[in-house]
């Protein structure tokens, strides 16, 4: 007589594959087959990276600053230069060329500075941005300083601006004193003044030359008011 089976699991000495066995085989097999016959695409291009040179910089008034634009991840490293956001600047803002070439304004703009910003031509979601700022060595003089001027009489004022940069030349003409506006005499705006026709107390007035570049510099001349007498 042939021996019965020890166990369900068993057959003439050798397991029999339950069916829990069976199922996780099924699902590995089938998973296999399906990692095995699917298609794997490409991995996506890098990402187009902008870099912008100097980040930072310094230029006076009028002068230029030159940038530098480093595309990398893209065949088309063209880039486009803005100003605040203004495609090629402004007068105000200063000025940027299509090779980066930036030129601030003849006038300090405030704040005194300025975004430099490269966008690739490739992928515009892609920039690097930079920070200038605009900064001015202006100094004054002014001449005659002091002044003596006759009642009635003319008197041109010169002022001079020194600069490294190239900053606007014009100046704002004022004039000061107790017996300002009325009776203290015109100044035009090349600086010519005019003596009033009747000397004011007291007898001296101030006029003064204003940066329009850079209203922070200013220079001031004593005037003194006369009174000539003439005997026939």
């Given amino acids: 007589m042939l021996p019965f089976p020890r166990s369900t699991g068993e057959i003439f000495g050798k397991p029999r594959p339950t ?3 069976l199922l996780a085989f099924g699902a590995f097999a089938t998973a296999g087959c399906s990692v095995g016959s699917g298609t794997v695409g490409p991995p996506p291009p890098p990402a ?3 870099s912008v040179s100097p980040l930072t910089g310094t230029v006076l008034l009028g002068n230029t600053l030159p940038f530098t634009a480093m595309v990398t991840n893209t065949t088309d490293t063209a880039v486009s230069w803005s100003v605040n956001g203004i ?3 402004s007068s105000s803002l200063g000025t940027i060329s299509a090779t980066g070439s930036y030129t601030a304004p003849s006038d300090l703009p405030s704040p005194a500075s300025a975004q430099i910003t490269a966008t690739s031509q490739a992928d515009h979601t892609k920039s690097s941005t930079a920070t200038v700022s ?3 060595d202006i100094t004054l003089s002014l001449a005659p300083n002091p002044a003596n001027v006759e009642l009635g009489a003319t008197q041109a004022f010169q002022a001079t601006l020194t600069s490294a940069g190239h900053p ?3 100046m704002r003409w004022t ?4 017996s300002c506006p009325t009776a ?3 100044v035009d705006s090349s600086g010519r ?5 009747i000397l004011p107390s007291p007898s001296g007035v101030t006029l003064t030359a204003q940066s329009v570049a850079d209203p922070s510099k200013q220079i001031s001349a004593a005037v003194t008011l006369q009174a000539i007498l003439r005997y026939s």
């Fill in 193 to 197: 003044f005019t003596a009033p026709g």
């Fill in 134 to 136: 605009i900064i001015s």
């Fill in 48 to 50: 187009i990276i902008v």
């Fill in 175 to 178: 004039l000061s004193g107790s």
């Fill in 184 to 186: 203290c005499g015109t």
């Fill in 19 to 21: 069916f829990a066995g």
């Fill in 87 to 89: 495609a090629g600047g």
């Fill in 168 to 170: 606007d030349t014009a």
